[in-house]
């Protein structure tokens, strides 16, 4: 993400929203995050996990991030053509962009939430605990930051990893390498 400026609590340039306060600070990445140097292991040019809130000691990478070269609507075209492929359906597409506008008067560059399930990983999971259908469908983001596209996972490990599962987790872990798959692929 070259020279990708991160204000805590919202997207810089839109001010307070829905209730979330500008925190101070803000991390430019070049070459590595800030409070983090360069170099961080696993990462390839164009990737970058995205952190939680900057200015705590205990960040964790909980998305996988990559900037890519099209639009935003082959974009998203793009990532529901690679979720197919891998037995993957968009159970839910909301456009951020637009409900904030309509609800909060908020303008904003393109933004959508894609909730992707995959019933065969998705009986697995229900089949070893009934309630980890909380974390179904796994969601990706697409979205227009600066004139630049980029496609955002949630990394399904780390949002299994609270419920300290590891026949959860390895499901996810699966999961989530397909993901990243289709990730890369856009």
Known sequence: MKGEEIENGGMKGHGK??????????GKMKGGCKGHGKGMKGMRKGHHGMHGMAGTED??????????????????ARVK???????????????VDRLFKEKLGIDMEPY????????????????IDINSGTFLPCNLVVYVKDGKTYVSLLLPTKAMSI?????????????EEILKGVVDRV
């Open 81 to 95: 053509e690679e979720l197919k492929k891998e037995g993957f359906g968009v159970l839910s597409e909301v456009r």
């Open 59 to 76: 960040q964790k990478e909980y998305s996988y991030l990559r900037e890519v070269e099209t639009g935003f609507d082959e974009t998203v």
């Open 163 to 175: 419920t300290g599962n590891d026949e959860l987790l390895k499901v996810a872990s699966e999961v």
């Open 112 to 127: 959508v939430i894609l909730g992707a399930c995959n019933p065969k990983f998705s009986s697995q999971l229900i089949g």
């Open 17 to 26: 929203m829905g209730g979330m306060k500008r925190m101070k600070g803000k």
